[in-house]
């Protein structure tokens, strides 16, 4: 099946991709490119393969069609059903690939994935920003419980305030009175100053 397959082609099939769009493993590896699942497979045992394949989701085939875009291999690790033929047809796309990459470019390189750990050093420092913005959430969260503790604080206030005038119909029949002598000074205020224009 290599007739119309590309040196451009099979090198970003075999390139590792970004950790972004890695696959993580059950037992915690993360992959980065078909070799890495052909060496992942050639180790695996069948409780982490059937926690990835399913009779309802094969997650390696969704990978393999999202990330790589190899609709091909995808569509052959779609129906298989077995550890031994998932092995089989990763690696029988991994040497296909690299043959059309030697075959067409002898002097290309194929490309490789980042040492482990270096990959662990930026996962580091990926969870390390994340547990930046974390923290920064939890204190805004902090800050908002202080203003709702305030305004409850305020809502008390006024319900005492409301329960005292219940309470003492002066103390109503007062308020009302000082509102409309505000309301009354201000409104002579206001005329005085229009007639003496």
């Known amino acids: 099946m ?6 451009e082609d099979a090198m970003q099939y075999l390139s590792p991709v970004a950790e972004s769009h890695g696959f993580w493993l ?10 890495e699942l052909l060496k992942a497979l050639d180790r695996m045992d069948e409780v982490t393969f059937t926690h990835h394949v ?3 989701r094969n997650d390696f085939a969704r990978w393999v069609a999202d ?3 190899d609709h091909h291999l ?12 998932m092995r089989s047809h990763v690696k029988e ?11 067409k470019s002898p002097q290309a390189e194929l490309p490789k994935a980042a040492p482990q750990e270096e990959r662990i050093g930026n996962w580091m420092a990926s969870q390390e920003r994340m547990l930046d913005q974390v923290n920064k959430i939890l204190d805004r969260e902090k800050e908002i419980a202080v203003r709702e503790q305030k305004i409850q604080e305020g809502e008390e206030r006024i319900e005492q305030l409301l329960e005292q005038a219940k309470r003492n119909p002066s103390f109503v029949k007062t308020f009302i009175q000082g509102m409309l ?9 206001a005329l005085a100053y ?3 224009l």
């Open 67 to 69: 990330v790589f875009k």
């Open 2 to 7: 290599m007739w119309g397959l590309s040196v």
């Open 194 to 196: 229009i007639l003496l």
């Open 54 to 56: 399913t009779p309802q």
């Open 93 to 103: 796309r991994v040497e296909e690939l690299k043959t059309v990459v030697q075959k």
């Open 74 to 85: 995808a569509k052959k690790l779609r129906y298989a059903t077995s550890l031994e033929q």
């Open 26 to 35: 059950k037992d915690g590896k993360l992959l980065l490119s078909l070799e």
């Open 181 to 189: 002598v505000g309301i009354l000074l201000t409104v002579g205020a």
